[in-house]
């Protein structure tokens, strides 16, 4: 058997800037993030036996890093979406249905904002999604349907039916 | 088909979750209904740009891997889990000694019953008095008798 912190340290290099992304996007202070990645990875490491059983590990860490977003929100008792986040300032190119999409998207419910960003963001599936935090994938599929048609609304506010 | 399960199918369509053989069933309807086809291509410019919104944070690098914190942490979850076993065995062992005590036998039980013999004096019934308890419950005659000052 192959030393598990190799396949670990492969995994970070992998996954660590996605995990940074996630994090970053649901809280205030970027040195949060920091910690919680390597939180996230800590406790992979003490379920390292389960790490390796996962379907897909991506999907097994963004569970943990679910869990540690949400245990960090418990301890510090604040949270600052999507709004007070470090986005590129926006540039003279740059499409301008995207501001406006930016604040849509960071006035969404806070279950369907995380389930979208673990959609469009991480690119996981439905099923991935589901695991990760632990709802049906019927409830994946209708926070995801929900929250595309209010963002379709603020793009084109009135669309025909 | 009813225009809500178009909807859902339009919509799993723009986040890429059709199966293949629904997606060519979604697009042969697509090529023969325009409305549905334009609300599709309105789905995906929503995708895209919710998508281009997301992406659009600075890249920025994660802290280095950190060896020795993930060993130090893996060899304590591993006495973690030796104390773990351990606590284990010990409860399994209490519980055992718990169940056992309770479910003891505070003394043997004797199988052989020991037969009593009752007799009865004879009633004479000239000499009783007529209400007498001898005339109708001759059983209870000893008990009677003990119950007499």
Redesign the interface.
């Known amino acids: 058997m192959s030393d ?2 190799i396949q ?2 492969q995994l ?2 992998d996954t ?2 996605a ?3 996630y994090f ?2 649901q809280l205030a202070v ?1 040195a949060d993030a ?1 910690d919680l ?2 939180e996230t ?2 406790r992979a ?2 379920g ?1 036996d389960q790490l390796q059983q996962a379907a897909t590990p991506r999907a097994y860490l963004f569970g943990i890093a679910h869990h540690v977003r949400l245990d960090a929100l418990r301890r510090r008792r604040h949270h600052e979406p999507l709004t007070n ?4 300032p926006p540039t003279g190119e ?2 301008a ?2 501001e406006p ?2 604040a849509a ?1 960071s006035r969404l419910p806070e279950s369907q904002r995380e389930t ?2 673990l ?3 991480q690119e996981l ?2 099923a991935e999604i589901a695991h990760v935090l632990g709802i049906p994938v019927g409830t994946v ?1 209708s926070r ?2 929900l929250a ?2 209010h ?2 609304h603020v ?2 506010p009135s ?1 025909s ?1 | 088909m009813k225009p809500e399960h178009l909807e859902s199918l339009l919509l799993d369509r723009a986040l890429g979750e059709l199966s293949p053989a629904v997606a060519d069933l979604l697009e042969a309807h697509l090529a023969r209904d325009p409305e549905a086809a334009r609300r599709a291509a309105d789905f995906d410019v929503t995708v895209g740009a919710a998508r281009q919104a997301l992406h659009s944070t600075p890249a920025v690098a994660p802290p280095p891997f950190d060896r020795a914190r993930f060993e130090r942490a893996g060899s304590g979850n591993r006495l973690i889990g030796r104390r773990t076993e351990l606590l284990r065995l010990a409860a399994c062992l209490a519980v055992g000694l718990g169940a056992g005590w309770l479910l003891r036998q505070p003394e043997p039980i004797s199988l052989h019953a020991t037969r009593v013999a009752v007799v009865h004096p004879p009633v004479n019934s000239s000499t009783t008095p007529f209400w007498s308890i001898s005339r109708f419950a001759p059983e209870t005659l000893p008990l009677a008798r003990e119950t007499q000052p």
């Not at chain 1, 986040?85 to 590129?88: C, D, F, L, V």
């Open positions: 598990p912190f670990l340290e970070y290099h660590a800037p995990l940074l992304g970053r996007r970027p920091d990645v390597q990875f800590v490491i003490r390292f986040e470090p986005i590129a740059e499409d249905r995207l999409m930016r998207i979208l960003l959609k469009l963001q599936s439905y599929r995801l349907h595309l048609l963002l379709r793009l084109n669309p039916p």
